[in-house]
C-alpha cells in the first residue's frame, strides 16, 4: 500500500473521499511586456486602480469568511490587506514600471517574486506561512491586470472532489464549497498557515506539506485523504474506503461523548475524585484551558517570555503576565515553573557558555540559584501576583535538598524587601519541587517533608532514568516513561507525597495520554496537569475507569520485566472499561508487544 501512500500534516480532521482535481498553478504565466515612455504613467494608474479593486474583492472574502468561519478568521483577510497596500512594494512595482518600462502585471510579477525568494530564505516557519498569503494576493492582482478571472474552477466543481495544490491561498479556500468539495491536499503549508485555520474553521479536512502531490496524482484519480492522519491513499479499495468512513464515525462518535464530559465532573466510577489540571507554555493556550475546563494550571512554563525576545523580561511583565493567568482560573491554584533555561532551551537573551553535555549542566534551577539577578525578578513577579491569586511556586530539575532551601530562602528575602519598597504582593507562596530526576524521586521522602507540594515531570524523569536523550529521534523507541524503572520511581514520589500528607501531581506529557492517565491513578495520583487539548478525553478515561482496578494493574505494571508489557497489560485493563476502538481510532495509543494480536 505504501507506494499507494502519501503522507503530510494533517492540518483539517475528517476523511475526503474523491476524484482528484489538481491545480498546477500558482502564478499565472505573465508574458514579458515593455511599454512606450509615454504610457507608463497609464501603467502606475491601472496598478492603483487594480489594487482598488482587489482591495474591494478581499473585503468581501472577508465578509464572506465571516459568516462562514468565524471573525477571528476573517482578520486574516486584514493581513493580505495590509500586504496588497504595503506602500513600500508598491512604491517597488511603480520603479520598475518606470524605470524598466514594464507592463503593470510584469512588474508586479517581478516584485512579489524577489519578495517571495527573500522570505523563503530567512527560513522563518513565520514567513513561510506568510508565504501563502502573498501568493494569493499577487494571483489576484497579477490576473486582474490581465483582465483573468480564476474562479471558473471553483464554480465548475459539481461531485466529491478533492482538490490537490502546490499551495492554497487563504482567498481560494474561503470560496470552496463544502458540498462538493470534500478535501484539501496541498504541497506547502502547515498547520499554522492561514489556508489551513480557514479549512478548519469552515469544516473542510484538510493535508498540507504533502511533497510531491501534484507530481503523484493524476487528475481525476479516486483517493482518501484522512485529515487526522495526514494520509493520502490514491486509488482505494472498496474495503479501503469502508475502513476510512468507519474510523470517520469512530471519530465522530467520540468527539460527540467529549463534549458531553465537558461539564460532569472528574470522578472514577468508584468515587475518586481527580483533579485535571491544564499545562500552558504560551499564552494562547489560556484560552483552550479554560474552555475545557482545566481546574487550574499545574505546569506555567515561563520560558517563552524570553524565547523570541532580545531582552530578559522586566519584573512588571512577568508579575502581570502570571497575574493574568492567576486571574483566568480564580478559584483554582496556577503554578509558576520557575525558569528552565540551559539544557535544550537556550533563548537568545540568556547567554550561556556552550557545554560538551548541556542536559548534564548548567540548567534550569541551577542557573537561576546562580544568577540570583534572573531568578529573583521571577521571585518578586509571582509574590506580586499572588496578592491576585492562587500563585505557587515550582522550581525545575531539582536534585538536592539545599535547592529547595536557598530558593525558600530567596523567597522570603524578596517578600521582606517588597514589604520593604512598599510593593503590594504576597508575605509568601507555596514553594514546590519538580520531580525530574532519578536523584530527586529517590530523595522524595525528604523533600516531600520540606516542599509545599511535588510534581513530576515524567519527561525528563524518562530522560534522566533510562540515560535516553528525550530529543534524540534515533533513540525515540527507547525514550518509555512506561518503563518499570520510572513506574518505580513514580511509585516511590507519589507514597511520599501522601505520607508527608502533601499533594503530588504529575505534570509530563505522559498524564495527557489515557493509557497512561489510568496507570499514573492507579499509581496514587489524584492530580494530573494535562496539555490543553487533552484535557476532555483524559476526563472521559477516569470518569470510565475505576481506581480500585487501576491500582490493580499499577501493581501489576510494577511487576512487569519491560515496557511493552506494561503496555500490553494496561491495553488489556483499560479495555475491560472503555472502547479502545473509539477511544483510540487512529491507532495512536502506545501500543505492547502483543496489543495488535490481543486485538484491544
Ligand atoms: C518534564 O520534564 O516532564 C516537564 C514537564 O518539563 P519540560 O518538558 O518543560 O522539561
Ligand atoms: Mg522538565
Not at 496578592?387 to 535538598?401: A, N, S
Not at 503496555?567 to 508487544?593: T, Y
Request: net charge negative; proline share 6%; aromatic share 4%.
Amino acid at each position: 500500500m505504501s507506494d499507494r501512500q502519501l503522507k503530510g500534516i494533517g492540518v483539517s480532521p475528517g476523511i475526503g473521499v474523491g476524484a482528484a482535481i489538481v491545480v498546477r498553478w500558482t502564478m499565472p504565466e505573465v508574458p514579458h511586456r515593455v511599454v512606450p515612455r509615454s504610457q507608463v504613467e497609464k501603467e502606475v494608474r491601472r496598478l492603483r486602480a487594480a489594487v482598488r479593486d482587489v482591495k474591494r474583492f478581499l473585503q468581501a472574502m472577508k465578509a464572506k469568511a465571516e459568516d462562514r468561519a468565524g471573525v477571528d478568521e476573517a482578520r486574516i483577510f486584514d493581513a493580505q490587506i495590509l500586504m496588497l497596500e504595503d506602500k513600500e512594494f508598491l512604491a517597488g512595482v511603480a520603479n520598475l514600471i518606470r524605470e524598466n518600462l514594464l507592463a503593470a502585471e510584469k512588474a508586479y510579477e517581478f516584485k512579489a517574486l524577489e519578495v517571495r525568494d527573500m522570505w523563503a530564505a530567512t527560513g522563518s516557519p513565520r514567513l513561510k506561512d506568510r508565504l501563502a498569503d502573498l501568493s494569493g494576493v499577487a494571483v489576484r492582482v497579477i490576473e486582474h491586470l490581465m483582465h483573468r478571472g480564476s474562479d471558473e474552477l471553483w464554480e465548475a466543481i459539481s461531485q466529491p472532489t478533492v482538490v490537490v495544490a502546490k499551495e492554497l491561498s487563504p482567498g481560494l479556500t474561503v470560496q470552496l464549497d463544502r458540498e462538493h468539495v470534500v478535501g484539501l491536499v496541498s504541497e506547502e503549508g502547515t498547520r499554522t498557515s492561514h489556508a489551513a485555520i480557514l479549512a478548519h474553521s469552515i469544516g473542510i479536512p484538510a493535508v498540507f506539506g504533502v511533497a510531491g502531490a501534484i507530481e503523484r496524482i493524476e487528475p481525476g484519480t479516486m483517493v482518501v485523504m484522512d485529515g487526522t492522519r495526514g494520509t493520502v491513499l490514491l486509488q482505494p479499495t472498496p474495503h479501503e474506503i469502508a475502513e476510512a468512513q468507519a474510523r470517520e464515525l469512530r471519530r465522530r462518535e467520540l468527539a460527540l461523548q467529549l463534549e458531553e464530559v465537558m461539564d460532569q465532573p472528574s470522578v472514577t466510577t468508584d468515587g475518586v475524585r481527580i483533579v485535571l489540571r491544564g499545562n500552558v507554555d504560551l499564552p494562547d493556550e489560556i484560552k483552550p484551558a479554560q474552555d475545557h475546563r482545566a481546574e487550574g494550571v499545574g505546569l506555567l512554563r515561563t520560558e517563552f517570555l524570553i524565547t523570541g525576545h532580545t531582552e530578559l523580561p522586566t519584573e512588571d511583565e512577568q508579575a502581570e503576565y502570571f497575574r493574568r493567568v492567576a486571574e483566568a482560573f480564580r478559584g483554582h491554584p496556577v503554578v509558576v515553573r520557575t525558569y528552565d533555561l540551559g539544557g535544550d532551551k537556550l533563548p537568545a537573551p540568556f547567554r550561556a557558555p556552550s557545554e560538551v553535555n548541556p542536559q548534564l549542566g548548567w540548567r534550569a534551577i541551577r542557573v537561576c540559584l546562580d544568577r540570583p539577578d534572573i531568578f529573583r525578578t521571577q521571585v518578586r513577579a509571582a509574590l506580586r501576583a499572588a496578592q491576585h491569586g492562587d500563585v505557587w511556586l515550582m522550581i525545575p530539575l531539582v536534585t538536592r535538598l539545599d535547592e529547595l532551601d536557598r530558593t525558600r530562602a530567596l523567597v522570603a528575602e524578596q517578600a521582606a524587601q517588597l514589604a520593604r519598597e512598599g510593593i503590594a504582593a504576597a508575605t509568601s507562596l507555596p514553594v514546590g519541587v519538580m520531580v525530574e530526576t532519578p536523584a530527586a524521586a529517590v530523595m522524595a521522602d525528604r523533600l516531600a517533608a520540606e516542599a509545599d507540594f511535588l510534581s513530576v515531570g515524567t519527561n525528563d524523569l524518562t530522560q534522566y532514568t533510562l540515560v535516553v536523550d528525550r530529543g534524540n529521534a534515533r533513540l525515540a523507541d527507547r525514550f518509555t516513561p512506561h518503563d518499570p524503572s520510572v513506574l518505580r520511581l513514580l511509585k516511590i514520589v507519589a507514597d511520599a507525597a501522601r505520607q508527608a500528607g502533601k499533594p503530588a501531581s504529575v505534570c509530563g506529557e505522559m498524564a495527557s495520554e489515557p493509557l497512561s492517565a489510568f496507570l499514573l491513578i492507579g499509581l496514587g495520583y489524584v492530580t494530573l496537569s494535562v496539555a490543553p487539548p487533552a484535557l476532555p478525553l483524559v476526563k472521559w478515561t477516569v470518569r470510565q475507569v475505576s481506581a480500585a482496578r487501576a491500582r490493580v494493574a499499577a501493581e501489576q505494571a510494577l511487576a512487569a520485566r519491560t515496557a511493552a508489557d506494561v503496555l500490553d497489560l494496561l491495553r488489556l485493563a483499560l479495555a475491560e472499561a472503555v472502547d479502545l476502538k473509539l477511544l483510540d481510532p487512529d491507532g495512536r495509543l502506545p501500543a505492547g508487544r502483543r496489543a495488535a494480536s490481543l486485538n484491544v
